[in-house]
């Protein structure tokens, strides 16, 4: 095993760091120091009112805000992101941070064909609506279960994660899925910045960041990453029943490199 480097476990959209729970001790039980920061905003109660200010949240606000805070724990630690979370480590990487970057399901970054059916169904109740880009918002149960919690996820570990669900930023949704009406770009990775070595992994059945995009990601860093893809999975990777499979490839990958 990777000795005991320290991680930073990055969360996806309506989500908190305690997504990781799972990840994180089971990595702890493997001597890791694990960092599991929770995205400006989100640390709030499930059922709290949508705060206004995180509706104008940016990627690159969150971005900023991860930097700082990796860099008060560890410059060079692992960096592993699920969903959007695996963009947002990607950006933090391009910034001189990390060891090693492990991306899981990750979000599309600038450039990437973005009229696919899966997402596209997933957000189109949150996108017609009025200023959708500057308010808050948060997935249906109908949507979160056909989009995020399929691929074999029990029932009651679907729930129990849903009603855990927080706001999630009208403009980061924007700057993600209409990324080129964004002037400021801030889904844009700069891969060539990225010279560590990279996994990224996704479900074979993920219907919210398909594997086009998770392969599209790895093709864009010119060989220098691993790609895997996990049959028979869905986009919750980091639970029930995913996690201990990708939990295994992740410790091979920093085993390995492979």
């Known amino acids: 095993m990777a000795g005991s480097a320290p991680m930073v476990m990055i969360h996806g959209m309506w989500s908190r760091g305690n997504c990781w729970n799972r990840m994180r001790a ?29 509706g104008s949240y940016s990627l690159d606000d969150y971005t900023d805000a991860l930097e700082e805070e990796i860099n008060g724990f560890d410059r060079d630690a692992i960096l592993i992101g699920h969903s959007m979370g695996g963009l947002l480590a990607q950006k933090v990487a391009s910034r001189g941070l990390g060891s090693k970057l492990i991306c899981l399901a990750p979000a599309p970054s600038a450039g990437m064909f973005p009229f696919l059916w899966g997402p596209t169904r997933t957000f189109l109740g949150t996108t017609l609506k009025p200023g959708f880009w500057k308010k808050p918002h948060k ?83 010119e060989g220098r990453a691993r790609y895997e893809e996990f049959s028979g999975y869905g986009h919750w990777l980091i639970g029930e029943p995913a996690w201990p499979t990708v939990a295994r490839r992740i410790e091979r990958f920093l085993d390995t490199g492979f």
């Open 26 to 54: 089971h990595f702890e039980a493997l001597g890791h120091d694990v960092l599991t920061p929770t995205l400006p905003g989100h640390d709030i109660a499930a059922d709290d009112p949508a705060p206004e200010k995180l």
């Open 139 to 221: 997935a249906s149960w109908e949507a979160a279960r056909r989009a995020v919690f399929n691929g074999g996820v029990p029932l009651d570990e679907a729930q129990r994660i849903y009603e855990d669900y927080v706001w999630e930023s009208g403009r980061a949704l924007f700057e993600l899925g209409f990324w080129y009406l964004d002037g400021d770009r801030a889904a844009a990775v700069n891969r060539d910045r990225i010279r560590i070595p990279v996994l990224v992994g996704v479900g074979a059945e993920d219907r919210i960041t398909p594997p086009t995009w998770a392969r599209a990601a790895a093709r864009r860093f």
